[in-house]
Every structure is written in structure tokens, then in C-alpha cells.
């Protein structure tokens, strides 16, 4: 394929931007390479600025569950564009879409608009913090829950592709209230509360883990947070930033039935747009202001637009078997996936949860842990991205992200990405 077109524009923002990109995840560090730029998406397809042509399996990092420029979304912007674009100030359409969030996520009685997932998981846990008035906190290796000070101590994402997994710049003062245990570890858990318990305002948590790839928790895993976290006074948040709305109308929480205290969410409720969002009980969230003490702030908070288009996704995910149709999708994808891995003789496998997946290079057949992600063949990855990318498929430029189906792949979609990865698989051997 001709990138001509997308190295000079790399050149050029190697001379403005820092790594000539504006977010880590989207430099090509851990495959190799330059980055891509993108001029459009269509339906399940990105077209780069050279007019090359790719199913996307990278959705905006997730957001995109109905696929690029979805009638129903465009049509909300469109309508909003006609109003204004902002007004700093509370809107009618704010209190719909706050409604709606907490009527398909039942843990949340009432919910706070916010900019960004980091701002979301950084306000929830301040808000912890203030509840309890404790300051400890409990995160897990290889969970990223945005670029908050505190929480950039072994944390996955863009982090565990550079190679990077603490960041400099971070107080030590503040990695030393973070308590990291290890992702599905039981005994760890038990230990740490034994010792801790009394001490710690709040446990927060990937559900399913996205950010080093993609990992479920183990049996009985979440149940036991929330048993240790009930004992203890701290407060259970489930991160589903990433997760919610994805893998079900109301996050891995209605799939698990366990019911954490906060939950923090993404741009997934604004269709794409800049947006986030926390909520959880209410005597919970009335100790924020200005009810209560604990500050929190947004002039843009509610943008209209992002509100207009969350309010036309949330509508449309809400329609009946929407979330069994993206399963079976995502679903025939990692079984083919899987079938054309083993008549090439690669050792591979699989993780799937309504739209979203993982895939690892790994001769286990089953990925639980951070270590069995970190042992995972990267070369294998480089190889199967870089033939991916020459036969029109776009994955993530990381062995440690996510993948998300949405709702325009089609058949035809799979079965290109199908026949794509026989010849990947091949070039690995």
C-alpha cells in the first residue's frame, strides 16, 4: 500500500507535536513503524489520507460501538449544530441522558458529567476519598484508569507499550497511598485487606481488564472485592470506561451481578464525542458539590453535542437484540480467528465478551494474569499487525489493547478479516 501521503504528514508533526502524535497509543512503538493518518471512517471502515481502505477493529478506542458516522448519531449532531454548540449552562438534554444512563446501569442512582474517563476515575476516587476519609486506595497490575497521578503506578495501556509501566513526573508521595495487587489474585486480595482493610477508601477496578489486552476476571473474583470492601468500609469502582455499554446494556455489572458503590464511564455515552461520567448511591454522590464537600468541576461538562449524539447511541444500543447480534459477530470473528491460527500451526487464543476481544500469541489456552500477557510471543504480534495493516484490516498498534467489534461489521467484514488473517498467520511461520 502507498503511505507516502501519511509519512510526510508523521515528518511534519514530528516537528509541532512530541513523538509527531497526541496520544502515546497512537504511535507505533510497540509494532514498529510510523503512524497512520486518517481522513475518514465510513460504517466498519477507516480511509488514511493515501486513500488506502480498512475494516476497524480500533473503533475510536471503543466509543464507536455503532460504527463510524451512524445515521442516527450524525442526525443528533446535525440537530444540536442548528441550536449552538455549548452554552455553559445546564441543559434539558443533560437530564435525559443522566436519566437514561441510570435506568441501564442499575448500580448508578445518580450520575455526574464530566469531560474524559480519566477525569471520571479521577473525581471518583477524590470522591472516595472524601466519603470514607481515608486516603489509601487499591488498583491492580495492568489496569489503566487514565493519566491521574496516583494511578500511573504499574498501570497497562499506552504505558505497558512503551515499555513504561510507572510514569516520571509523579510525586512519590502519591504512589505510596496506591496499593498495587496482582489482577485475579485471590490470596492476594485476602492478604492486603487483612492488613489494610481499615485503611482504604475505595478498591478501583477494570472488571474485565482492557488495557493489557483484553482479560475477564476469574470465578468469584469481583464477588470477593465487593465481600472485602463491604467489611471494611472502603468503596468498590468498577472502571468500565471501556467496558460499559460494550459488552452489555449495563456493563460487566449486569453480567456478574456484583454491584459496586461508583462507576466510571467513557466517551462510549457520548457516540464518540469528549465526554465521561461517574455515578454510584446516592448518599454517595451527594457528598459532591455543591451539596456537599467535595469539589468537582467542569465548564464543559454536558457539552450539547456530546450529549445529543450519547442520547442517540444509548437509544440505539437499547433496541432488542442488539447486544446478542454484536456477540455473535465478535464471537464468529475469534472462532475463525482461532481455526485458521491452528491449521497454520501458530499458537494462539482468544478472549471475547460481547463486542469486545483480545488475542494473544500464546501457547496457553487460557489468559487470566498480567504475567501470561507479558510472556505472550510479541514478535508474533509485530508480524500478524504489520500483515493485517497490507491486507486492509486495522487493529491496534499495541499487543496490550483491546479490540472492539461494532455494529456495522457485517458478514462481509469477518470474512475479509478472515481471509486476511490466513495470510498473517502464514507470514508468521
Known amino acids: 500500500m502507498n503511505r507516502e501521503k501519511s509519512q510526510a504528514l508523521y515528518a511534519a508533526a514530528l516537528q509541532y507535536i512530541p513523538g509527531g502524535v497526541n496520544s502515546p497509543v497512537r504511535a507505533f512503538k510497540g509494532v514498529g513503524g510510523n503512524p497512520l493518518f486518517f481522513k475518514g471512517g465510513d460504517g466498519a471502515y477507516l480511509v488514511d489520507v493515501d486513500d488506502n481502505r480498512y475494516i476497524d477493529y480500533v473503533g475510536a478506542w471503543g466509543p464507536l460501538i455503532l460504527g463510524h458516522r451512524h ?28 436519566k437514561k444512563i441510570c435506568s441501564m446501569v442499575h448500580s448508578i442512582e445518580q450520575v455526574r458529567l464530566v469531560t474524559s474517563g480519566t477525569e471520571a476515575t479521577m473525581s471518583a476516587i477524590r470522591l472516595a476519598r472524601g466519603y470514607t476519609g481515608r486516603d489509601k486506595i487499591v488498583k491492580f497490575e495492568g489496569c489503566y484508569h487514565g493519566h491521574v497521578d496516583g494511578l500511573l503506578v504499574k498501570a497497562g495501556s499506552g504505558a505497558l507499550t512503551l515499555g513504561e509501566p510507572d510514569s516520571s513526573g509523579v510525586p512519590q508521595a502519591y504512589s505510596e497511598l496506591t496499593h498495587v495487587l496482582p489482577y485475579n489474585d485471590k ?129 440505539t444500543i437499547s433496541e432488542p437484540n442488539f447486544y446478542k447480534d454484536l456477540h455473535a459477530k465478535a464471537k464468529a470473528l475469534m472462532d475463525g480467528l482461532k481455526e485458521r491460527a491452528r491449521a497454520a500451526g501458530v499458537p494462539f487464543t482468544t478472549n471475547q465478551v460481547g463486542g469486545m476481544f483480545g488475542c494473544f500469541f500464546s501457547t496457553e489456552e487460557k489468559i487470566t494474569k498480567f504475567e501470561q500477557v507479558m510472556a505472550c510471543n510479541a514478535e508474533h504480534f509485530q508480524t500478524f499487525f504489520h500483515a493485517m495493516l497490507e491486507n486492509g484490516v486495522y487493529l491496534a498498534p499495541s499487543a496490550y489493547e483491546a479490540g472492539f467489534v461494532s455494529a456495522a461489521h457485517g458478514d462481509e467484514e469477518i470474512a475479509k478479516t478472515l481471509d486476511a488473517a490466513e495470510n498473517a498467520f502464514a507470514a508468521i511461520n
Not at 78 to 95: C, D, N, P, W
Not at 243 to 261: E, H, L
Not at 264 to 291: C, D, H, S
Request: aromatic residues 6%.
Open 71 to 98: 445515521e442516527r448519531v450524525i442526525s443528533a449532531l446535525q440537530a444540536q449544530l442548528g441550536k449552538g454548540i455549548g452554552y455553559g449552562a445546564s441543559t434539558e438534554a443533560e437530564v435525559e441522558i443522566a
Open 187 to 315: 490470596e492476594a486480595v485476602e492478604d492486603y485487606f487483612e492488613t489494610h482493610g481499615n485503611e482504604t477508601a475505595c478498591v478501583i477496578i477494570e472488571p474485565i481488564a482492557g488495557n493489557m489486552n483484553f482479560v475477564p476476571p476469574v470465578p468469584d473474583y469481583l464477588d470477593l472485592l465487593r465481600e472485602k470492601c463491604t467489611e471494611s468500609g472502603a468503596l468498590l469502582i468498577f472502571d468500565e470506561v471501556m467496558t460499559g455499554f460494550r459488552v452489555a446494556p449495563g456493563g460487566v455489572q449486569q453480567i456478574t451481578g456484583v454491584v459496586p458503590d461508583l462507576t466510571t464511564l467513557g466517551k462510549v455515552i457520548g457516540g464518540g464525542l469528549p465526554i465521561g461520567a461517574f455515578g454510584g448511591k446516592r448518599q454517595i454522590m451527594e457528598k459532591i458539590a455543591p451539596n456537599g464537600a467535595v469539589y468537582q468541576a467542569g465548564t464543559l461538562a454536558g457539552s450539547p453535542l456530546a450529549v445529543a449524539a450519547g442520547l442517540a447511541m444509548l437509544e
